[in-house]
């Protein structure tokens, strides 16, 4: 018992100690920068129970602010600036820069996840042996998904072939490569300036996830709903080196503790609930349309994606990657969530 005892106050003597240290910690202003708007549910769940967690972790010495909405400059600049530091971290989509990250870039091709939760775990888990090359200029936080999306448009698109002609804002550069596989335009514009460039008829349609419809106001430019959980897009939270060099231990331990891949599946999770539940919002709305496509729709949309495949194994192939395995590795971490396609 008296062991015991000498134990136990050991035990409080040094967690006393520990909250001491990291109170004497210098405090730390974390700039997170991302590019959706404020009421988007990445930032209302994801971002700020992150944020909120580094702050008790770390005994209120890490504060996190967070600039939505391109505050800090335009959606496809956000690696840069984590790079440069006009952002101490930034989420990305790696897909707006086409050809720059080849790997992460697997998990854009049609039919490959089922659902965002497990598939951001997986993809998070996967990506770690390639992120410290491939981001080789920030720290890699975490990587996620978000729920499958699909072709939302002005004219009904049910089959392949629905899409020649027609302009097409791509969510990411492989969605891109799929629209001008099928005969369609492109339309580069980010998200934010998506509505705008639907209402003036410089795109006819565009790849987006349900719900983000409707937190972009879409659903005002858009009428017919492609029913078929085709695609995702990969995202990544990087942060500027030189910051977390400058931290302490203990912060730096509260920084790593937080960029997992069990904290890649939390922050995307509230994000996936939101999204999934835009398609029955939107099956409901007046002037809307979903359309089913039928089992030889759904081959031929399989069939006419099985390019990309390729195309991405000769693009990591030629960065120095076994594009076999990789994929393989991405398709068992995948399989083992419940999450593959």
């Known amino acids: 018992m008296f062991r015991n005892r000498i134990l136990a106050t050991t035990v409080a003597a040094f967690a006393l100690l520990s909250g001491a240290a990291l109170a ?54 956000h690696y840069d600036m984590a790079r440069d530091g006009i952002a101490d971290i930034a989420f990305i989509n790696p897909g707006y820069q086409p050809g720059r990250f080849p790997v992460i870039a697997a998990g854009e091709l ?13 993809l998070d888990a996967w990506y770690r042996q390639y992120s410290e090359k491939e981001m080789a200029e920030v720290k890699v936080c975490l990587v996620h998904f978000h729920s499958p999306g699909t072709f939302h448009s002005k004219q ?3 089959a392949p072939g629905d899409v020649e002609g027609m302009k097409v804002r791509p969510a990411h550069a492989t969605m891109a490569s799929f629209v001008t596989l099928l005969g369609g335009q492109n339309a ?36 017919y709903h492609l029913d078929m959980p085709l695609y995702a897009t990969t995202f990544a939270w990087v942060m500027n080196k030189d910051k977390f060099a400058s931290m302490s231990e203990s912060q730096q331990k509260v920084i790593d503790d937080h960029c997992n891949s069990e904290w890649a599946e939390r922050v995307a999770s509230g994000w ?21 496509p039928s089992e030889e729709d759904v081959a031929a949309w399989r069939e006419a994606a ?25 398709t068992s971490e995948l399989e083992s969530r419940g999450a593959a396609y």
């Open 188 to 223: 580069q514009v980010s998200a934010p300036e998506s509505r705008d460039a639907l209402e003036r008829g410089v795109a006819d349609a565009i790849t987006f996830p349900w719900n983000s419809i409707l937190i972009f106001g879409i659903d005002k430019a858009v009428n």
């Open 156 to 158: 009904p698109i049910k």
């Open 306 to 330: 099985q390019p990309l495949r390729d195309q991405w194994a000769e693009k990591v192939t030629a960065a120095g990657v076994d594009a076999k395995a990789a994929m393989d590795g991405l």
């Open 272 to 292: 996936a609930d939101n999204e999934d539940s835009g398609r029955e919002k939107i099956a409901a709305m007046e002037g809307h349309e979903m359309i089913v």
């Open 24 to 77: 004497q910690d210098a405090p730390v202003e974390l700039r997170l920068a991302h590019w959706v708007p404020p009421q988007h549910p990445l930032q209302v769940h994801g971002m700020t129970e992150w944020a909120e967690s580094v702050k008790e972790a770390s005994g209120g010495s890490i504060n996190v602010t967070i600039y939505p909405a391109q505050q800090l400059g335009q959606a496809a600049d």
């Open 110 to 122: 049609p039919f490959l996840i089922s659902n965002a939760k497990g598939g951001s775990a997986g």
